[in-house]
């Protein structure tokens, strides 16, 4: 099945869409590290991912050689329960040997513009990556990339004020960062987000459209979110 040229894989629930791209990201993970010897992969914040979080904690992997960023972060302590760093700890990162230095937080702490500033050069060391992995809002944003907002070009990191998923202070990968990749994958569950996906299908102009493009992109989406 398809939305727009990407192609999308419909599963009954939040669980199998957790089972799937726990699998499609080891499976990116093995190929790249054959390919290249390493795994460079970009998470993506927010509730979906937790559950495939939890289920890659579980796994057997070769975490030597894995280098993890995020797409987006929230300009809070280290320790704030609302950190997207601290869920993937959580859930993940400290139950697994990946190394310190390979977990590249974006240091959102120091505010929006420093650690924007910062995390440019992680990222501009680092593309193309070998798999981005994106949620979506129910506005049809992705990553700290809200609609109506202004996006320069050049820069691979941008500082993020005023946005309307709390907290307005953000940092965030811009659409040419997360399309510095090899593959990407979209993550959408839940009813809440179908208004979205709908408005996704009928071509508006949201940003996770104008990120997740046809050819490296694929959609995994649960039912009740399901256009
Ligand atoms: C963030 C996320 C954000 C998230 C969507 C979906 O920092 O808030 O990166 O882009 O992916 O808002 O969030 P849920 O998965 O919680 O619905």
């Known amino acids: 099945m398809q939305l727009n040229g990407l192609e999308m894989k419909i599963l009954d629930d939040a669980d199998a869409v957790a089972e799937e791209t726990t699998a499609r990201v080891l499976a990116a993970a093995e190929q790249a590290i054959e390919a290249r010897g390493a795994f460079h992969l970009v998470l993506t914040g927010g509730s979906t ?3 495939t979080y939890r289920r890659l904690a579980q796994a057997d ?12 972060e929230r300009c809070l302590p280290v320790d704030d329960v609302e950190r997207n760093s601290l869920a993937a700890r ?8 990946i ?17 924007a500033a910062a995390y440019e050069a992680v990222v501009s060391a680092a593309v193309p990556f070998d798999l981005v992995l994106l949620g979506m809002g129910e506005d049809g944003h992705t990553a700290s990339l809200f609609p109506g907002q202004e996006v320069c070009p050049g820069p691979l990191v941008m500082p993020v004020h005023d946005a309307p998923k709390p907290p307005s202070d953000r940092v965030s990968l811009t659409p040419s960062a997360l399309c510095r990749t090899r593959r990407m994958l979209v993550l959408v569950t839940g009813a809440g987000k179908r208004p979205a996906m709908r408005r996704w299908r009928a071509g508006e102009g949201l940003p996770i459209a104008r ?11 649960d039912r009740a979110a399901a256009p």
Request: aromatic letters at 8%; a negative charge; charged letters at 20%.
């Open 211 to 221: 990120v997740a493009v046809a050819g490296n992109a694929d959609l995994i989406l």
């Open 49 to 51: 991912p937790i559950a």
């Open 99 to 115: 190394p310190a230095q390979q977990i590249h937080d974006i240091p959102a702490e120091q505010g929006a513009e420093a650690a």
């Open 61 to 72: 992997a070769d975490w030597s050689t894995w280098h993890l960023y995020h797409g987006d």
């Open 90 to 97: 959580e859930a993940w990162l400290s139950r697994v040997d």
